[in-house]
């Protein structure tokens, strides 16, 4: 990572080890900058107060391996970003009034995304986390993580009848708590489509009876009409001198026919007038058949008006014209028929119900017995750990209890309350010495001890689940002596399988350490700026001698340093 602008640090560069690296400083030196950065880098909020006096903004950069195919570069693809040489670019930067900006693989993306990459990158422990621990819900996680399938495989299969029988409950309450409303929604559909059926109503019949009733109300214009348009083409019998359009078009005809070989364009013109004659014919034929058909009846039209009244009695209620009529008429029918069978559906909804909460409750007892299984286990290995960490006496157990409840699922003969992650209450006891009752480990250990818990813990957790990165944040306090060597002990066990970073102020921790970072200021009077180097060799010796002893020149102290640097390369 590098650092700059933030908090007392200016400007640094933290290189980090593969395995074990110890961060060390005297207080107030900027130590917790450290573990802030990471907190930057992995989505924490941002807070113009970070920022170093005087400058106008703070970044933290930082570049972590990963390998192709991770789900986390498969998130930080989506988010549009590239590896560089197989490792993950991370920029954020804060500004001095307290806007943030985040950079993943050389992309801009929301502060979330890096949130989102946290979880599997980087196991982050300190004295808040550890209250995390003393959550019921946590204390559960944590033990169906370390059960693994044994638990998982049920779990998924509880979850999916959960949620079935949720959706199976919300729909049931509905129907029944709907049910007038639903049964008045019947009662109007059944209205109308009785409405509907009573009139018969048939597509485009709104159509055809609006022309119907044009014709019928103008029949003796029409039929006027129909009989001077005959006249004028055929003649009228009763004017036999009459002059009428075929008569005068068929003496056209005549008089060119006779001269019509004299000349093709004449004779041409001769046939179309042959052809007009006979246009003329059809057309006075149909004119007089329109003439003849043609009959102003009062109580036909009388009926028309009535039927287009009935149809736009239905068209008012239920659609702009009878095409809609006939449609909502048709969706009508299938919703009534729905509704028709709400009490079929609650039959159905409640045997469904029945069936879910029973497969529930065989569900939950074997969730029950594969955490009391996995439960021992666990148990059983954190307390081994606690024995090489100064707590020999100390033994740790879980509690896995199940609270009655009369709505609930019946789990080995009794109904017991329910949630989303099965029947069980977890929580993890500590008894610190023989003859203590074992109490939840938030009234039965004291601070120090709830951070050698912690640390166990994870060192358990590191054979079975482990993340790439883990990070302490004086989980040490309150720790000394022989325990303190053993908590060194287990982090550079742990750092075999994992990264390990260690924010820390005991020495018997930073020894065994593969890289050990001192955090140092200096303050020229004016401002103050922090470094962050590698030590090795007699400054290392230097640095454990100040945390031993205060004094980095003790002979005494130095002598320490060297046989924890040894013991430490011993166990390695």
Avoid at 509 to 514: G, K, L, W
Avoid at 515 to 542: F, M, Y
């Amino acid at each position: 990572m590098r650092i700059r602008s933030l908090g007392v640090i200016d400007d640094a560069v933290v290189e980090l080890s593969p395995g074990f690296t110890a961060v060390t400083g005297e207080t107030g030196a900027g130590k917790t900058m450290v573990v802030t950065s990471l907190g930057l880098l992995l989505g924490g909020r941002a807070d113009a107060a970070l920022v170093r006096i005087g400058a106008e903004k703070a970044v933290v950069e930082g570049r972590i391996t990963v390998s192709a195919g991770d789900s986390v570069v498969v998130r930080a693809e989506e988010a549009g970003a590239e590896l560089d040489d197989g490792a993950l670019l991370i920029s954020r930067t804060v500004s001095a009034e307290g806007r943030s900006r985040a950079h993943l693989g050389g992309r801009s993306v929301p502060v979330g995304v890096l949130a989102e990459l946290a979880d599997e990158l980087v196991a982050v422990h300190g004295q808040t986390d550890q209250q995390g621990l003393l959550k019921l819900n946590r204390q559960r996680q944590a033990l169906d993580r370390y059960a693994g399938d044994a638990v998982a495989v049920p779990l998924a299969k509880y979850t999916e009848a959960y949620r079935r029988l949720r959706a199976v409950t919300v729909e049931l309450d509905e129907i029944v708590t709907r049910a007038r409303e639903r049964a008045q929604e019947a009662d109007l559909l059944r209205f109308g489509l009785d409405e509907i059926a009573a009139v018969e109503p048939r597509a485009g019949e709104d159509v055809e009876l609006a022309e119907e009733a044009e014709r019928l109300g103008h029949a003796e214009a029409l039929s006027s009409a129909a009989t001077a348009a005959h006249a004028a083409l055929a003649g009228n019998p009763e004017d036999p001198e009459g002059i009428d359009a075929a008569t005068l078009v068929a003496g056209a005809q005549r008089a060119l026919e006779a001269v019509r070989s004299h000349d093709p364009a004449l004779s041409a013109l001769a046939d179309r007038l042959g052809e007009i004659g006979i246009l003329l014919g059809d057309v006075a034929g149909e004119l007089a058949g329109y003439a003849d058909d043609l009959d102003a009846d009062p109580l036909r039209l009388s009926a028309v008006e009535e039927r287009r009244a009935a149809l736009t009695a239905l068209t008012r209620k239920y659609g702009e014209d009878v095409a809609a009529v006939i449609t909502w008429a048709e969706q009508s029918a299938a919703r009534l028929t729905e509704l028709d069978g709400d009490d079929e559906r609650i039959d159905e909804l409640t045997a469904e119900r029945d069936a879910l909460r029973a497969e529930l409750g065989g569900l939950a007892q074997a969730l029950t017995d594969a955490r009391t299984e996995a439960a021992e286990r666990f148990a059983a290995a954190v307390t081994a750990e606690l024995a090489s960490l100064a707590m020999p006496h100390a033994r740790v157990s879980f509690a896995i209890r199940q609270t009655e409840d009369p709505e609930g699922v019946e789990v080995d003969g009794r109904p017991v309350a329910y949630g989303p992650a099965g029947v069980d209450e977890v929580e993890l006891l500590l008894a610190p010495h023989p003859g203590a009752p074992p109490r939840p480990i938030a009234k039965g250990a004291s601070g120090g001890e709830l951070s050698r818990v912690m640390l166990a813990v994870e060192v358990v957790f590191a054979g079975t689940d482990p993340v790439p990165t883990y990070l302490f944040d004086e989980v040490d306090a309150g720790v000394g002596g022989k325990a303190a060597v053993e908590i060194g002990r287990r982090l550079a066990r742990l750092a075999k399988t994992a990264q390990v970073v260690v924010v820390t102020h005991l020495p018997q921790v930073a020894a065994f350490a593969d890289r050990q970072l001192l955090v140092e200021k200096t303050n020229d009077g004016s401002v103050t700026r922090s470094g962050v180097k590698v030590l090795e060799g007699e400054e290392r010796v230097r640095e454990l001698s100040r945390m031993l002893a205060g004094q980095e020149d003790s002979e005494t102290a130095r002598a320490h340093a060297e046989e924890l640097l040894a013991t430490a390369r011993a166990d390695a």
